[in-house]
Structures are given as C-alpha cells and as structure tokens.
C-alpha cells in the first residue's frame, strides 16, 4: 500500500496561486494513478484531475480547467497541484488519492488510498 501526506495549503487573496503537494510512501509510487479531489464545507468531496505515471492527466470539466495544473514527479514520490487564479469558491480540503487502475478514473470510490488533506482558504 500507499501512504500519502499532502501539503502547501493556505490562505490566498482571489487571484493568487498556490501549489499543493503530495508526499506518496510505501509501494512504487509510479505504478499508481494520481487525483486529487476537494471538498468545500456542506458539498460532496469533488473530482479535481488525475495523472498516470508517464504525465497523462485528466481534468474536472468547467471552471478548474485551465487554472489548475497537475504533475507528478516519480523520482521524488510526490504529487503536484499547481493551482492559478483563484477564486473564493476553490476554498475546500484538498486531498490526494492513489489508485491501481490504469485509465484514471473520476470517482472518488475508485481511489484504494488517500491522504489526510491540506486546506485551502481564497478570500475575496
């Protein structure tokens, strides 16, 4: 198995960038899929984007599209979320998950791992 610690969340003005990352231990990071998800106070936890080990990603529809960027970088074992413009409604716990199947998938219930989430407030 997998363990994942996430980092580098906070407060940000509208507008501002913040870069979130993923620290994986345990098993071969590189033979998992990536997501990230996020969750805002009341709302469902949401599909952000996801990454297979050789960079493909995949991307929540709409309004995070074009913002947010994800990577990963398998020799370091962590994860990335580069997140650009952003707006009071990006405000949620951001998590990062980890999955054994090999197209990435959207739902949260594919993911076998995640981790304890890192915050991150846009104010307006």
């Known amino acids: 198995q997998v363990q994942l610690v996430e980092s580098g969340g906070g407060l940000v003005q509208a507008g501002g960038s913040l870069k979130l990352s993923c620290a994986a231990s345990?098993?071969?990071?590189?033979?998992?899929?990536m997501g990230w998800f996020r969750q805002a106070p009341g709302k469902e936890r949401e599909f952000v984007a996801a990454?297979?080990?050789?960079?493909?990603?995949?991307y929540s529809a709409d309004s995070m599209k074009g913002r947010f960027t994800i990577s990963r970088d398998n020799a370091k074992n962590t994860l990335y979320l580069q997140m650009d413009s952003l707006k009071p409604d990006d405000t949620a716990v951001y998590y990062c998950?980890?999955?054994?199947?090999?197209?990435?998938?959207?739902?949260?219930?594919?993911?076998?791992?995640w981790g304890q989430g890192t915050q991150v407030a846009v104010s307006s």
């Open positions: 990454i297979t080990w050789s960079g493909l990603s995949l």
């Open positions: 998950a980890a999955t054994t199947q090999r197209i990435p998938p959207t739902s949260r219930s594919q993911y076998n791992y």
């Open positions: 345990g098993r071969t990071f590189s033979s998992y899929v």
